[in-house]
């Protein structure tokens, strides 16, 4: 039998879908570098930008259970352009925001169609390929986030640099029209998902799923989540502007050469939790997460910024793994609101990780916002390590795959 290494894909297919999501992650993207000149322009206190994370967050999160909904019961295309819709309309929204109050309206926009980007992509990834090329397929739609915001944030950055940051909002605009517009229709959506045999498991190839398994694996998007809105889409545009004298343009570079760096790393996660363990992917990464979180509180120069931005952008691919573990133990139907809720929980800490970090950064400073995020990545990943059991394909055999259910 050949290898399901081997075995061939969609690729064509997977491909359009990928370009889909990577569009409208750029899109939606826009917004980080031009984060403190649309404060200036609106007059908006750190905290007030924090809070702008924490309604794209809130956004997401409202959308995140009906669209794994629907991603059980819709096509893919459908979801596509309503998500394409409602990040162009966001960009609008922004593009001619007169005072802070329209900016949060087009913020919570682009936080909705983010959403059904991210549940749609991720449950068309997690089911396209075989289980045991689940960890690369998964990668590769974190691939097509991670180019989304490495293309999205240099673009702005060079727009608002010529022009203002009111001219990189209208060409999300209009971009997002061609998307929805253009996307192609993609009539494939898997209709069961393939379940691997976990190591130490009986003959039918099923898991005791206890709720501190669950509780532990949902903690994963709550912290990356938390990390990422409070660290790379808020701390780090600020402390560069206000504490180092960056340009727009450079903050833009930077976060593009972050989303590089994540785009790689997903590409060694995804091979490793396939020919590895998904917890050997998954536990480093956390780590390393909170390293960059620790150099970020504790650098005064560009270089540290840069490299507390590179390690931040590397240890966060742990998304896409713990997706890969969802997925290796959710039965037939019931992927798209497994998914929802896992986003739910990450959007939970988008939410409250940006407001409370800006506003303990500008009452405390630096290390004092920071150190707290690195504290709760170490405890996540030592509670992944001991608790989350390990769902590589086979438990390190090429056996023959049995469907099965959760305990």
Not at 88 to 103: D, E, K, Q
Not at 225 to 247: A, K, N, R, Y
Request: hydrophobic share 55%; charged share 10%.
């Amino acid at each position: 039998m050949a290898s399901v290494y081997r075995m061939k894909l969609p690729v064509a297919q997977m491909l359009a879908v990928g370009a889909a999501v990577m569009t409208m992650t750029a899109l939606a993207f826009f917004r980080v570098p031009i984060l403190p000149a649309i404060g200036d322009d609106l007059h908006m206190s750190t905290t007030q930008l924090g809070l702008m994370t924490t309604v794209y967050a809130v956004g997401r999160l409202l959308m995140d259970v009906p669209a794994g909904i629907m991603v059980d019961s819709r096509p893919l295309v459908m979801i596509m352009r309503l998500a394409g819709g409602l990040i162009a309309l966001g960009s609008l929204l922004l593009a001619v925001a007169p005072v802070a109050a329209v900016a949060y309206l087009a913020i919570f926009t682009l936080g909705t169609g983010t959403a059904l980007t991210n549940t749609t992509g991720a449950a068309y990834f997690s089911t396209i390929a075989p289980v045991a090329r689940r960890g690369m397929s998964i990668s590769g739609f974190a691939a097509f986030q991670l180019g989304g915001q490495a293309f999205g944030p240099a673009v702005a950055g060079v727009v608002a640099g010529f022009g203002s940051w009111r001219s990189a909002e209208v060409l999300a605009v209009v971009v997002g029209v061609v998307v929805v517009v253009g996307l192609p229709v993609v009539r494939f959506m898997p209709a069961s998902i393939e379940r691997p045999t976990g190591k130490g498991d009986d003959s039918t190839g099923t898991w005791t799923v206890t709720r501190l398994t669950r509780v532990v694996l949902f903690s994963v998007p709550f912290v990356l989540f938390l990390t990422i809105g409070s660290m790379i889409q808020t701390l780090v545009p600020i402390i560069g502007d206000e504490e180092l004298g960056l340009s727009v343009s450079t903050i833009g570079l930077a976060a593009g050469l972050a989303g590089f760096s994540r785009f790689v790393g997903a590409m060694i996660a995804g091979q490793v939790a396939d020919r590895v363990s998904r917890k050997a992917a998954l536990v480093p990464g956390l780590l390393l997460q909170s390293v960059g979180v620790v150099l970020l509180g504790v650098t005064s120069s560009g270089a540290g910024w840069l490299v507390s931005i590179l390690a931040l952008a590397v240890g966060s691919v742990g998304t896409s793994i713990a997706i890969a573990i969802l997925a290796d133990m959710a039965t037939p139907g019931t992927l798209g609101r497994q998914l929802g809720r896992f986003r739910l929980a990450g959007d939970a800490g988008l939410i409250i990780g940006p407001v409370m970090t800006a506003l303990v950064y500008d009452q405390f400073g630096r290390e004092a916002a920071v150190l707290p995020v690195a504290a709760l990545g170490a405890v996540c990943a030592v509670a992944v390590a001991l608790v989350v059991p390990e769902t590589r394909w086979g438990g390190g055999a090429r056996r023959r795959l049995r469907p099965g259910k959760v305990g």
